[in-house]
């Protein structure tokens, strides 16, 4: 069975930084897609970024290209999201996903993912 764990979630000022992390474990990890969504209280899932399985291929929402980053390391079954100038608009719950679907035009899209974690909080006070 998949499994998808995140962490590295927290309270930060606005225009602080965090690294936030999703192990992976169940399957063979470099077969993924992965991406993190996010949700904020009140309001729908939102897609945020998307890395392809070898990495050669990103995608990220609008409002965060140029300040997030999407990584991954296969050997370390883990992927990551580094998060630079972060404004009170991106506090949420940040969820990690996985899909054994090829790299495609829809990676956006929640109903893509076949797998996900239970989300780590990201506050971003002003």
Do not use: H
């Amino acid at each position: 069975q998949v499994q998808l764990v995140e962490s590295g979630g927290g309270l930060v000022q606005a225009g602080g930084s965090l690294r936030l992390s999703c192990a992976v474990s169940g399957r063979t990890f470099r077969r993924d897609t992965m991406a993190w969504f996010r949700q904020a209280p009140g309001k729908e899932r939102e897609f945020v970024a998307a890395i392809s399985k070898s990495a050669g291929s990103t995608q990220y929402e609008e409002s965060v290209k140029g300040r997030f980053t999407i990584s991954r390391d296969n050997a370390k079954n883990t992927v990551f999201l580094q998060m630079l100038s972060l404004k009170p608009e991106d506090t949420a719950v940040y969820y990690c996903a996985a899909t054994f679907k090829g790299w495609g035009t829809e990676v956006d899209l929640g109903d893509e993912y076949e797998y996900w974690g239970q989300g780590t909080q990201v506050t971003v006070s002003s």
